[in-house]
C-alpha cells in the first residue's frame, strides 16, 4: 500500500454552534494548508465531503439526483449518501464492498455532505492508505498504517491459546417468525465493526477483538444460516455465514445492557409467485391509517407559547385526511382518533391492522426539557432501536403517554432486548417504511420552513402494533419559537399536511409497482 505524505488537521472550533453557519477545519499538508466547512452539532464535528477529496485532491462524483457521491480513492471508491448512516466502502482490487453503519446519519447543507468526523475515522484511514489519529490537543494527525498480518495459522492459534484473552467467546442463532436472530457473546465491548453481503455469504468483520475459533466452528448452524466461519485475522475477527436463498437483509445492533452483539437476519416477504398472486388483493393500497399522538387527558409536549401538542398533531391529521379523500378516493381514510380523545398506544396500531391498513402514519412534536431551545426541524422514525442516546431520549418521551392507561404494565415486556426481537416482526415491511420515510424527508425538505434532521430509528411503542409499513413525524420542536410558531399557524399546518400527501401519493406509485414486480 503506498503511503501518503504526513497529513495534519487542525480543528479551529471553540464552542459548539447551532448548524447553521460552518466553521473552518484546517488541513496541513506538505503543499499548504487548505480549510474544509464544519459544524459542530451535540457535541460532534461533521465535515464536509466534498472539500476533504479537493483537499487531498481525491476524484469525487456526486448525484443531485440520488443525493449521493462517491469519492475515488487509490484503492478504494467511498460511497455517501445523504441524510443516511452508511458508507460503502468498495474495493477496486477484488470488488468487494463493505458496508459501515455510523450511529448518526450523515446532514446536507445545500448540496454538501457533511458527516462525522470521529466515527468515520476508521473508515477514512483504510480509504486513503493512512491513519487519522485524533489527539486531545484537538488535531488530526494522518500516521502510516501498519502492516498486519492477514491470517493467524491454526498451529499459532494452538501454541498461544494458553495466553490469548479471548473476547469473542461463542455465538447462538434462534429461529423467529421472520428470520434468524444471532447472538454473539462477548467478555467486552466491541469498539468497531463492518458488514458486507455477496455472493450469498454475509461478512462481519469485528475490529480489535479476538474470537475463539475453535469453540464456534463447532456451532451448529440453523434458521437462515447454512454454513458459520470465523477466523482471525491479525487484531480482528472474521465472520462469513452463508446464508439460504430466503435471506434478504440484516441489521448487526449492540444488545441492550452487555457487551454482545445482536445480528437480525430477515426472510423475504413473498416466497414464492404463488404466494405473491394470492396476497395481491390483499397488498393492494387502499387505505392509510393517520395517528395523531396524544389527546385528552394526554396533552403531549406543552410549546413556548402554551399550545398543546394534541391539538397540533391532530389539526395537521384532519387537514391530512381531508387532502386524501378529495384526491385519492380509492383509499379510505382511518383516524385513530378525530376528536380531542384519549386512545391507548397499544390500540391504535390495533385499529390500524382491524381496518386492513397498507400506511400507518403517527405525528407528533418534539421538544427539549430546556424552554425556550435553539434547537430546532422536523425528524422522520422508523422502528427499530434508537442508535443515539437523543433518539432514545424522544422514544423515552413518547413512550411515557403510558402512564395515563389503565394496564401500563403490558408493555412491560416491549423493553431492552425483547423490543429488538419484536421489531424483527416488522422485518417484511421495513423497505417499505424506509422508502416512505426517505419520500417523507425529501417532500417535507422541498416544502415546509422547518429544517431537516434527518430520517432516525427508535424504539416507539406505538409503531410496534401496527403491521404495516410505518413511521412517526416530529413534525417540529415546540420548545423552539420559529418551529412552534409554524406549527400553530393554519398555514403551516397546511403546509405540513400538503407534504405528507404528496409523500402519500408518490409512495402509493412506488408501492404498487414494487408488488406487481414481486409477481
Not at 111 to 138: C, H, M, N, Q, V
Not at 476 to 495: C, H, T
Amino acid at each position: 500500500m503506498k503511503i501518503k505524505s504526513l497529513i495534519i488537521l487542525l480543528l479551529l472550533i471553540c464552542s459548539a454552534v447551532s448548524f447553521s453557519q460552518p466553521e473552518q477545519l484546517a488541513l496541513v499538508t506538505p503543499q499548504g494548508t487548505k480549510y474544509i466547512p464544519v459544524y459542530e452539532r451535540q457535541g460532534t464535528v461533521y465535515f464536509s465531503v466534498k472539500h476533504f477529496a479537493e483537499a487531498l485532491n481525491v476524484n469525487f462524483y456526486y448525484n443531485p439526483e440520488t443525493a449521493k457521491i462517491e469519492l475515488k480513492f487509490q484503492n478504494y471508491n467511498l460511497k455517501v449518501s445523504a441524510k443516511n448512516p452508511y458508507l460503502i466502502l468498495t474495493s477496486k482490487i477484488n470488488d468487494e464492498s463493505e458496508v459501515y453503519q455510523l450511529p448518526t446519519s450523515t446532514y446536507t447543507v445545500q448540496t454538501d455532505i457533511f458527516i462525522p468526523l470521529i466515527f468515520s475515522r476508521e473508515i477514512l484511514s483504510k480509504a486513503y492508505g493512512s491513519e487519522l489519529l485524533i489527539e486531545a490537543s484537538d488535531k488530526i494527525i494522518v500516521k502510516e498504517m501498519k502492516q498486519e498480518k492477514e491470517e493467524v495459522t491454526e498451529k499459532q492459534e494452538t501454541e498461544t491459546t494458553g495466553t490469548i484473552k479471548f473476547g469473542i467467546l461463542g455465538l447462538t442463532i434462534e429461529e423467529k417468525a421472520n428470520g434468524s436472530l444471532i447472538r454473539v457473546r462477548t467478555s467486552r465491548q466491541i469498539p468497531s465493526y463492518s458488514s458486507s453481503f455477496k455472493d450469498g455469504v454475509l461478512k462481519i468483520v469485528f475490529r480489535k477483538i479476538n474470537a475463539d475459533v475453535e469453540t464456534i466452528n463447532k456451532i451448529l448452524p440453523s434458521g437462515l444460516v447454512k454454513k458459520i466461519e470465523v477466523k482471525n485475522v491479525g487484531e480482528d475477527t472474521e465472520f462469513r455465514f452463508t446464508l439460504t436463498k430466503d435471506y434478504s437483509a440484516s441489521d448487526v445492533l449492540n444488545a441492550p445492557q452487555s457487551n454482545d452483539i445482536l445480528i437480525t437476519l430477515y426472510n423475504k416477504i413473498f416466497n414464492n409467485r404463488t404466494d405473491t398472486e394470492k396476497n395481491k388483493q390483499k397488498w393492494e393500497f387502499d387505505v392509510v391509517v393517520i395517528d395523531p399522538g396524544h389527546g385528552g387527558k394526554d396533552p403531549g409536549t406543552i410549546g413556548v407559547s402554551g399550545i398543546m401538542e394534541k391539538d397540533v398533531n391532530l389539526s395537521i391529521a384532519l387537514k391530512l385526511g381531508e387532502l386524501i379523500e378529495k384526491n385519492m378516493p380509492e383509499v379510505k381514510v382511518v383516524f385513530t382518533r378525530k376528536t380531542d380523545t384519549f386512545i391507548d398506544l397499544y390500540k391504535r396500531g390495533k385499529i390500524a391492522n382491524e381496518k386492513n391498513g397498507k400506511l400507518f402514519i403517527s405525528i407528533h412534536c418534539n421538544s427539549t426539557e430546556k424552554k425556550p431551545s435553539n434547537t430546532k426541524g422536523f425528524e422522520v422514525y422508523l422502528l427499530r432501536p434508537g442508535r443515539t442516546q437523543e433518539a432514545i431520549n424522544i422514544a423515552e418521551r413518547e413512550n411515557s403517554v403510558i402512564k395515563y392507561e389503565d394496564d401500563p404494565g403490558r408493555y412491560q415486556q416491549l423493553t431492552d432486548e425483547n423490543f429488538i426481537l419484536v421489531s424483527m416482526a416488522h422485518s417484511s415491511y421495513m423497505k417499505y417504511s424506509e422508502k416512505f420515510a426517505e419520500m417523507l424527508e425529501k417532500q417535507f425538505s422541498l416544502d415546509i420552513d422547518i429544517a431537516s434532521k434527518g430520517v432516525k430509528q427508535a424504539g416507539f411503542y406505538v409503531l410496534v402494533g401496527a403491521s404495516m409499513p410505518s413511521v412517526l413525524i416530529e413534525t417540529g420542536f415546540l420548545s423552539n419559537p420559529e418551529d412552534a410558531q409554524y406549527l400553530k399557524s393554519k398555514k403551516g399546518q397546511q403546509k405540513i399536511a400538503e407534504s405528507i400527501f404528496k409523500s402519500i401519493k408518490n409512495f402509493k406509485a412506488h408501492y404498487e409497482k414494487e408488488i406487481l414486480a414481486d409477481g
